[in-house]
């Protein structure tokens, strides 16, 4: 029996089950003109990941609303185009017998209102409060500018809906379930930060307030996917200008896991601090640095527990079978490694190598499957 065989045992996630505990997280790779995917080469790429093995695959994630955001072609999910783009994606990975989640994402304060999808919008950059986030660089605008102070939003029930409006869409589209980007900075970290959120209304000031936001989303999205609804975090913070003292950190996402876990979720995604999302500010890095694992996974009494970032298969079969982890969620092998589940399963190793100028398409259409679906599976 191979060292990570617990990891390919069965796993109960709301109403589904699913196969095994290697998930493929949530991945922006830029496919999507216009905010459309490109059905026929996003489909190929998650296919061939759905043959790889995946037990779930959570899309990139999909903007809920037009946004002037950095990640240009990124794909949304806010009208009847895109869900049915998304639609024939589904079917696909259905038919591969595989359940596939969508990730849904608002970035909140780090829009720039000069961005074509922004003014399309028709709407401010809205955050918890007029506070700009350090950094940013906007490719496709002249003099390639940075991140600028948003408005806050005067009523977050607004933006609530958004993300409820997504999930209906994301319905019809056929989706297994709905993952909440709560991680990396974007809207609602933003509101659990007590950097970026100093309102003074009941959005904001105390751990229960600034927790409300991304609680009020959870109940908003369950109303249409039930018990399907997952979230990811990232307590660490550092990426995207947010991060607080370690004792404001603990307690505060202390309280805002076990408040989420008595909502009925299939799973909470926690990201363990990485280096490679820790910005630097003012010359040391924004991060908070503890053990992500070791500090919250504890507090999780009912949804199942996903890790992530930089878990090696060895470690995450280490994780399931103590008892620490029910599932390891891999975000860049999946990226290099069409079948990957099926590479741990024999043993084959990780070899492909990144085609890091093209993670992100930013070119013509003849190229956006170079460095995508081009990857090779190994010879079984």
Do not use: C
């Amino acid at each position: 029996m191979s060292s990570t065989s617990v990891l390919f045992n069965p796993l109960t996630l709301g109403s589904i089950t699913i196969p095994n505990r290697i998930t493929m997280a949530a991945l922006t790779r830029s496919r999507a003109p216009d905010s459309v995917p490109q059905t026929d080469v996003v489909k190929e790429y998650y296919v061939q990941r759905a043959r790889g093995g995946a037990g779930l695959i959570v899309t990139e994630g999909a903007l809920i609303t037009r946004q002037g955001t950095e990640w240009t072609h990124a794909p949304g999910l806010w009208n009847s185009e895109q869900a049915a783009a998304w639609k024939e994606i589904v079917d696909a990975v259905h038919a591969e017998d595989t359940k596939i989640y969508i990730q849904v994402w608002h970035i909140g304060r780090l829009s720039h209102p000069d961005a074509p999808q922004q003014k399309l919008a028709g709407v401010p950059v809205y955050a918890p409060s007029a506070i700009a986030a350090k950094g940013g660089r906007f490719r496709e605008l002249p003099g390639e500018p940075g991140y600028v102070t948003p408005t806050a939003v005067e009523d977050p029930q607004i933006l609530i809906q958004l993300y409820k409006d997504s999930s209906v869409l994301a319905k019809e589209a056929g989706f297994d379930g709905v993952e909440l980007h709560g991680a990396n900075g974007y809207l609602i970290t933003q509101f659990l930060d007590n950097n970026s959120n100093q309102r003074t209304d009941k959005w904001g000031g105390s751990i229960e307030n600034r927790s409300r936001f991304g609680l009020e989303v959870i109940k908003a999205v369950k109303e249409v996917f039930g018990d399907d609804v997952a979230i990811k975090l990232s307590p660490a913070g550092g990426y995207n200008d947010v991060g607080m003292p370690l004792q404001d950190t603990i307690e505060t996402y202390s309280y805002f896991i076990k408040e989420a876990d008595k909502l009925g979720l299939s799973y909470i995604e926690l990201m363990r601090y990485a280096k490679i999302f820790d910005t630097i500010v003012d010359g040391k890095g924004r991060a908070t640095k503890h053990d992500i694992f070791e500090t919250y996974a504890p507090l999780i009494k009912n949804a199942k527990f996903f890790a992530n970032v930089g878990v090696t298969p060895e470690e995450g079969a280490t994780l399931v079978s103590s008892g620490k982890a029910d599932a390891i969620a891999i975000g860049f092998n999946w990226i290099t490694h069409p079948d990957l589940a099926k590479r741990i399963k024999h043993g084959k190793p990780l070899n492909n190598h990144p085609d890091m100028p093209h993670l992100q398409w930013g070119k013509d259409e003849e190229d956006m499957r170079i460095g995508y679906t081009d990857y090779p599976e190994a010879i079984y």
